[in-house]
């Protein structure tokens, strides 16, 4: 027992653990600050700042200010987490210095740039099949700057932070432990898992500000494992691109491809969530009115990942690089 609570894994485990529980206290009272500051915003004159967040806080859903939750309460628990894994054989990495590392240099250049072009690009021509086969349509309401604004800043901000968690330090501290399938395939997992495990889209509570709104909401998102079609398909399609990102990181040994493919990803799918809208028709198992939920998408993601492996296979990349 004594050596199971002292395993790495098992840390890991914990800390999503106590991730989950810590938004389900945090989120109410999130959700309370959020609403007030909204309702503050409307009678008293507040600093640009504070009015844009405060208009962001009285549009958002009682699901956004759980997710918020969640990152804060899992950005919290990192450290500890660090610092309580072992490192193998007690030896100590050497590292560049930090502007160094930093620095993507002409290569990491290239390697966004080329990594944007494969996960856009596939991306783009699943669009146009989905078009093709009447199952989306333009969207009336479409505004190009809004719309390319909207998408930008997420790709930017959630490619750097997640591949900096899940590529960068999970990936260094597992691979003390395991080696290069063990470590692509478990991160991916617990990479699958976290995102599966987000609330569902429209989720609501009956009292966002009751104190056990947070779990109510934990609830919500348990029942995602009682639909099979969801869950092996929006699963599987989050496996694939976690192994992707995780084998670039490793056949790279930096972190530049991996950001290119992720923000490549996150663009695409916000921006084609403005321009388009599901029509119905093709709502099956191929397609369930996302770029992220059926077959078809997951088939994508597949010929994505092969093609990348061939390019990798046709010029093999430097192994040296630091994170």
Not at 57 to 84: E, G
Not at 160 to 187: C, P
Not at 250 to 279: D, E, M, Q
Request: one cysteine or more.
């Amino acid at each position: 027992m004594t050596r199971l609570l002292q395993h790495d894994l098992f840390k890991l485990f914990l800390f999503i653990v106590a991730s989950f529980v810590g938004a389900a206290l945090l989120s109410p009272h999130l959700y309370s600050w959020g609403k007030d500051l909204a309702a503050e915003a409307a009678v008293a004159e507040l600093s640009a700042p504070m009015e844009w967040l405060a208009k962001k806080c009285d549009n958002a859903r009682f699901s956004r200010y759980f997710n918020r939750a969640l990152m804060a309460t899992a950005l919290v628990l990192l450290f500890p987490l660090i610092k309580s894994l072992r490192r193998k054989g007690g030896e100590k990495e050497e590292k560049k210095p930090f502007l160094q590392r930093i620095n993507p240099q002409a290569r990491g250049w290239r390697d966004l740039a080329l990594a944007l072009g494969f996960s856009a690009g596939f991306l783009t021509l699943l669009v146009a099949l989905l078009y093709q086969l009447g199952w989306i349509e333009t969207a009336d309401d479409f505004v190009f700057a809004k719309a390319f604004q909207k998408a930008i800043i997420p790709a930017i901000i959630v490619s750097l932070l997640e591949e900096w968690l899940f590529r960068g330090v999970l990936y260094s501290v597992l691979a003390r432990k395991l080696n290069v399938a063990a470590n692509i395939t478990g991160l991916s997992l617990f990479f699958a898992a976290v995102h599966f495990l987000s609330p569902p889209d429209g989720a609501q509570v009956a009292d966002p500000r009751h104190f056990l709104a947070g779990f109510e909401m934990l609830g919500l998102i348990g029942q995602k494992f009682l639909t099979a079609a969801e869950f092996f398909g929006v699963f599987m399609t989050l496996f694939v691109v976690g192994v992707t990102l995780a084998y670039t990181r490793y056949v790279t040994g930096s972190l530049w491809f991996a950001i290119g493919l992720h923000a490549g990803w996150v663009f695409s799918l916000k921006f084609t969530n403005r321009l388009t809208n599901p029509t119905g028709e093709g709502r099956s198992i191929w397609y369930n009115d996302s770029l992220m939920d059926g077959l078809l998408p997951l088939a994508t993601l597949v010929v994505t990942a092969a093609c990348i492996a061939l390019y990798f296979r046709m010029r093999p990349p430097c192994k040296n690089q630091d994170s």
